[in-house]
């Protein structure tokens, strides 16, 4: 990570950087739908499939959506994603859109991890959203 944007350096100085991210839920369909809607991914492959959706934000990253094995599956306690957005105000833009959607998210909170807050996606999956501005990570 570092200074090449979500890349690392391996030997030889070639790098590598993030592909893709596979989560498994019970309701594919709306999952993609709702990340669509909420957080600008681009739907690449059949929406309707109840088994497998890709999605991509158009700079090479696609998340992988797939129908979960068992429906007693879930993620460990903490685990989330996070989308990191340019500045405060779109902090707060996002927050007042996902807000006035009936999406449960917590107060804007601002750490030494900047400026973020924490919301809830379909299947209880934990999203946070937040910016760097102004800590050691920008």
């Not at 369909?29 to 991509?56: C, E, R």
């Not at 989308?83 to 107060?107: K, M, N, P, Y």
């Amino acid at each position: 990570p570092g200074k090449h944007g979500g890349r690392a350096s391996v030997p030889g100085g070639a790098l590598v950087k993030l592909n893709h991210l596979d989560l498994q839920g019970a309701d594919v369909p709306a999952t993609a739908a709702f990340f669509a809607a909420h957080f600008d991914l681009k739907i690449q492959s059949n929406p309707s499939s109840a088994a497998l959706v890709v999605l991509g934000d158009g700079e090479g990253f696609c998340l992988v959506l797939q129908r979960r094995k068992r429906d007693t599956d879930a993620y460990p306690e903490g685990f989330h994603i996070g989308f990191l957005v340019e500045d405060i105000a779109t902090v707060h833009a996002r927050h007042a859109q996902l807000t006035a959607a009936a999406i449960g998210c917590t107060e804007i909170m601002t750490n030494n991890r900047g400026t973020l807050f924490f919301c809830r996606g379909p299947g209880e999956l934990l999203i946070e959203v937040g910016c760097r501005t102004g800590t050691r990570f920008a």
